[in-house]
Antibody
Framework: EVQLVETGGALIQPGGSLRLSCAGS????????MSWVRQAPGKGLEWVSS???????FQPDSVKGRFTISRDTSKNTLFLQLTRLRAEDTAIYYC????????????WGQGTLVSVSS | QSVLTQPPSVSGAPGQRVTISCSGS?????????VHWYQQLPGTAPKLLIF???NRPSGVPKRFSASKSGSSASLAITGLQGEDEADYFC???????????FGTGTKVTVL
């Protein structure tokens, strides 16, 4: 079964750091185009970071320089390193696969909650 | 902030047809980029509903259909069912922002 499972969410103070993990099964995280999408409480979806199979990364200006996307091929796992966290980064963070059905996000994890508060 | 605009809510009785609009611009759908649609049931992750403007992934009921014209798109649900009560989001790529963008989201209520 093709599946993604996120872990690592926590309550963290402003200015802190956190690393989120997304374990893939049933397909190769390294062989596909992977991304992180977040959803603030009661709000819409926001694209956060993407990682091509080639290793190229890109992300919106809102997180550039603070968030880093990476992967571990041996563990079939995608990561998102969050630094200099702000209250507005509070959200459920989803990892998702795309590039298989055009650039649609076709497989999503269940999400992991990051709460930034003092 | 979202660059794709959707109505906040739509509602309909069971069996009725409802449509959800998604309005973009010349830097996203108007530039020829595909639009995709997602369904998010309460308390769950989004699920791909329509990809490549009009295509249903395997397992998505035929009562869901979509279209795109210029910088706008729409999703239709025909024969509305109680299990369709959810939030729906459109998504595309924006070349001015150089990234993926989502719609503001529409809550569908079955009366």
């Amino acid at each position: 079964e093709v599946q993604l499972v996120e872990t690592g969410g926590a309550l963290i103070q402003p200015g802190g750091s956190l690393r989120l993990s997304c374990a893939g099964s049933g397909f190769s995280v390294s062989g596909d185009f992977m991304s992180w999408v977040r959803q603030a409480p009661g709000k819409g979806l926001e694209w956060v970071s993407s990682l091509y199979a080639s290793g190229t990364t890109f992300q919106p200006d809102s997180v550039k320089g603070r968030f880093t996307i990476s992967r571990d091929t041996s563990k079939n796992t995608l990561f998102l390193q969050l630094t200099r966290l702000r209250a507005e980064d509070t959200a459920i963070y989803y990892c998702a696969r795309h590039g298989v059905l055009g650039d649609a996000f076709d497989i999503w994890g269940q999400g992991t909650l990051v709460s930034v508060s003092s | 902030q979202s660059v794709l605009t959707q109505p906040p809510s739509v509602s309909g009785a069971p069996g009725q047809r409802v449509t959800i609009s998604c309005s973009g611009s010349s830097s996203n759908m108007g530039a020829g980029y595909d639009v995709h649609w997602y369904q998010q049931l309460p308390g769950t992750a989004p699920k791909l509903l329509i990809f490549g403007n009009t295509n249903r992934p395997s397992g998505v009921p035929k009562r869901f259909s979509a279209s795109k014209s210029g910088s706008s798109a729409s999703l239709a649900i025909t024969g509305l069912q109680g299990e369709d009560e959810a939030d729906y989001f459109c998504q595309s790529y924006d070349n001015r922002l150089s990234g993926y963008v989502f719609g503001t989201g529409t809550k569908v209520t079955v009366l």
